[in-house]
């Protein structure tokens, strides 16, 4: 366990979501921003020893550094990854690379997964995703009910025992994916109701693949206004433009109140849509309050295997959801698993992804995409006391880059991650060139 950090004093730091230009000194004390000020000026100080310098247990016992202009970002918020599938690629192969076979594959896989084997490749996912600045997440969980009740509560466990394995460096959120078949509800019921007890957060599902979407939803619902806990639904992950089951949900979050407490993930058929049809449904997703996720990476790969020529990619609309007014933010989903081959946890790569994916490289668009990975999945995840302000609990990211635009476009690998009272992880990558003036 790392140690606990000093109180500690930062000059020279960027705070790009505050101020764009602008330099900032700060205070941290028992582990909260305590004060931040704008620093009219550069500061040069023998008392402040430059971060890049320091290694991370010099780091945490250091009272006062100089961040030498380098961003600091609130801690990243991956608001949708599957840590329980993560590295699962080796033992669960997709020829097809569609997402139906995907599934298929690793049920039938996921009988031969050991409790220690799905905890292992949980905290082995979440941690590299610390590592690289996210200091909360939300995880879904596979729940294979109709294989057996002792195989869907072998994940349940894993997940629980990781999470507090590694709740000194992220936090974790999860939301099984409870499969709703009316002929077997009551032990769907009974199940659900005990995960939830034992402190699952969440009610999570595809009801779209189910062969009864509403009645899916309404479970949902039912469930989640009986424990009082939100909602998130893998939503629409789908190129048939039909498939349109967002509509449902929103009704149920109008008419249950539910505004704030439900997320839809994915929403991939929205894109393919008549634009008409798009507006309307956008326009009621943001008139419910519904969060929504896009998973770039994931669809990227997924979709369009059917089509030839004019590929269809799957990324829902995401500049013209932001323009309805619909909270969204980007994720990681699935890392090195037979839904998606490739991924780290690296949500600043995703953010890059993001950004050709959905064409936001207008200044104003590079913004925004470092708050779909910060500000704004926080508050999706419900998350009260996130944020570089004072009071708040300190959580961020150093990067080395001077700017929102240099973050993505060099996607730096020398970061400092802070959370949880102290400096949790540092990499710092070291460049020489054999001839010195190269440099």
């Keep these: ?40 000026e550069w500061i040069v100080s023998e008392r402040h020893v430059p971060i890049g310098s ?4 010099r780091l945490g016992a250091a009272a006062a550094i100089d961040l030498q202009g380098r961003v600091m970002l609130p801690g990243f918020v991956d608001a949708h990854m599957h840590l329980d599938k993560a590295y699962s690629l080796p033992h669960v192969g997709n020829r097809s690379g569609t997402l139906l076979e995907a599934i298929e594959n690793y049920r039938s896989a996921a009988p031969s997964f050991s409790k220690e084997t799905i905890r292992g490749r949980i905290v082995k996912a979440a941690l590299n995703a610390a590592s690289f600045g996210t200091t909360a997440l939300r995880s879904h969980l596979d729940v294979p009910l109709m294989h057996s009740r002792e195989l869907a ?24 994916m409870y499969y709703h078949d009316p002929g077997r509800e009551r032990e769907l019921n009974e199940f659900a109701a005990e995960t939830l007890r034992m402190g699952i957060d969440g009610v999570g599902g595809a009801p779209h693949l189910t062969p009864d979407p509403a009645g899916g939803i309404d479970w949902a619902f039912r469930t ?25 949900l929103c009704d149920y979050v109008l008419r249950h109140g539910y505004a704030g407490r439900a997320t839809a993930g994915h929403l991939c058929s929205l894109s393919a849509m008549e634009q008409g049809e798009a507006d309307r449904l956008m326009g009621k997703m943001a008139s419910a309050g519904i969060g929504a996720v896009t998973l770039p990476a ?5 979709q369009g295997r059917g089509d030839r020529g004019n590929v269809r990619r799957g990324v829902t609309r995401v500049r013209e959801l932001r323009k309805a007014g619909v909270r969204i933010a980007a994720a990681s989903d699935n890392i090195q698993d037979p839904f998606h081959p490739f991924g780290r946890g690296d949500l600043l790569q995703i953010g890059l992804m993001t950004a050709y994916a959905a064409h936001l490289a207008g200044e104003e668009d590079l913004y925004e995409v470092l708050r779909m990975l910060t500000e704004l999945p926080a508050s999706i995840l419900g998350l009260q006391d996130y944020g570089v302000s004072a009071g708040k609990p300190a959580g961020f990211v150093v990067l080395d880059a001077a700017s929102a635009e240099q973050a993505l476009q060099e996607l730096p690998s020398s970061r400092w991650v802070y959370n949880k009272s102290r400096w949790i992880h540092a990499s710092e990558t070291r460049k020489e060139w054999a001839d010195p003036h190269m440099a």
């Design 1 to 40: 366990m790392p140690p606990h950090a000093a109180d500690m004093e930062a000059i020279n730091v960027r705070l790009p979501l505050t101020d764009r230009e602008g330099l900032f000194r700060l205070a941290i004390r028992d582990g909260r921003f305590a004060s931040i000020e704008p620093q009219p």
């Design 54 to 57: 320091l290694s991370l247990e």
């Design 153 to 176: 509560m072998r994940t349940i466990e894993a997940a629980l025992e990781a999470r507090e394995m590694v709740s000194e460096y992220v936090g974790i959120q999860f939301f099984p």
């Design 224 to 248: 989640a206004l009986a424990f009082d806990r939100p909602i998130d639904l893998h939503t629409d992950e789908s190129d048939d433009p039909e498939v349109k089951t967002i509509d449902i």
């Design 298 to 302: 994931v669809n990227l790969y997924l």
